[in-house]
């Protein structure tokens, strides 16, 4: 009679499934977080210093909302509180992916042009 043996699998130290892109602050670099994140086994992404080409909330929020808001005046902070909120509301869910899934080119031209997304 013939016995199966088992198939032992070596462990593979697992691929991180989270690519964290982060600035260079104080806070990132820390020792305690540096620690985390090698303790969660996520991947940190090159971020170069002074880079809001590839802040997707500098690229693709900030301009369309200094557009909607372009010109307007509010007598109240609440006002303007909510004309934002209105701003966020009426963009669509595919405005928002499409600034995710900008990201990773944006990335590589700016880390390939050592910080600038534009060349000139």
Do not use: C
Not at 9 to 23: D, F, G, N, W, Y
């Amino acid at each position: 009679m013939l016995i199966p043996t088992p198939i032992i699998r070596e462990k593979r130290p697992r691929r991180s499934a989270v690519h964290l892109l982060h600035a260079s602050a104080r806070p990132h670099v820390a020792k305690a977080t540096q620690a985390k994140l090698q303790e969660l086994n996520w991947d940190t992404l090159p971020h170069p210093p002074y880079s809001p080409d590839i802040a997707p909330s500098d690229y693709h929020l900030f301009r369309p909302l200094n557009l909607f808001l372009k010109e307007k005046r509010f007598a109240k902070y609440e006002y303007l509180k909510m004309a934002v909120f209105n701003f966020f509301d009426s963009q669509s869910a595919a405005l928002w992916k499409k600034g995710i899934d900008e990201l990773p080119e944006r990335w590589l031209t700016v880390v390939t042009n050592h910080g600038q997304h534009i060349v000139d």
